[in-house]
T-cell receptor
């Protein structure tokens, strides 16, 4: 069965520290991979995407993610976190055989401390 | 920059009533989606729509749900007889071929 796993429910980092949010997936087909961010009461904003090509992708707000096929992972990173990055982060996976409907992970809640 | 819009932002209804959630996708997009997010839970796929028909649907999308593109701009989700467990945030999304989905701001549905 297709699945998306975000192992960390909550993560707390200090402002200025580096960040890595984990995402693992189980898909039969070559997946399309996404990270979305959601602030409280808000919609979903796309941070970055991977369709093909270079496995290190750059996104908005200084985020990047690396697709590792051998590990079925698509981890999100940021070298220096800002207080405004506090939000819920969702990894999502889509595939052609399911009409690119997105399968979301359960999300990781990021808290940034001073 | 073009955006997906959704109305209303908040809908309160009584159990058993019909509701229609409205979405205006980005104008040149061809693929349309509805998702829902129950409070505190993950975002779940409901249905996708292309070329005036449903292309995929999840187990959640039962006979109580329907979608329609009544004109060239709107995309609607109808729930015929709402249940308490339908209370959730409903997101509409749209995309171009082989591109990412753009999400609307959501409609919060509260069923009393």
């Amino acid at each position: 069965a297709q699945s998306v796993t975000q192992p960390d429910i909550h993560i707390t980092v200090s402002e200025g520290a580096s960040l890595e949010l984990r995402c693992n997936y189980s898909y039969g087909a070559t997946p399309y991979l996404f990270w979305y961010v959601q602030s409280p009461g808000q919609g979903l904003q796309l941070l970055l995407k991977y369709f093909s090509g270079d496995t290190l992708v750059q996104g908005i707000k200084g985020f990047e993610a690396e697709f590792k096929r051998s590990q079925s992972s698509f981890n999100l990173r940021k070298p220096s976190v800002h207080w405004s990055d506090a939000a819920e982060y969702f990894c999502a996976v889509g595939a052609k055989d399911s009409g690119y409907a997105l399968n979301f992970g359960k999300g990781t809640s990021l808290l940034v401390t001073p | 920059e073009p955006e997906v819009t959704q109305t209303p932002s908040h809908q309160v209804t009584q159990m058993g009533q019909e509701v229609i959630l409205r979405c205006v996708p980005i104008s040149n997009h061809l693929y349309f989606y509805w998702y829902r997010q129950i409070l505190g839970q993950k975002v779940e796929f409901l249905v996708s729509f292309y070329n005036n028909e449903i292309s995929e649907k999840s187990e959640i999308f039962d006979d109580q749900f329907s979608v329609e593109r009544p004109d060239g701009s709107n995309f609607t989700l109808k729930i015929r007889s709402t249940k308490l467990e339908d209370s959730a945030m409903y997101f509409c999304a749209s995309r171009q071929p082989a591109r990412e989905q753009f999400f609307g701001p959501g409609t919060r549905l509260t069923v009393l």
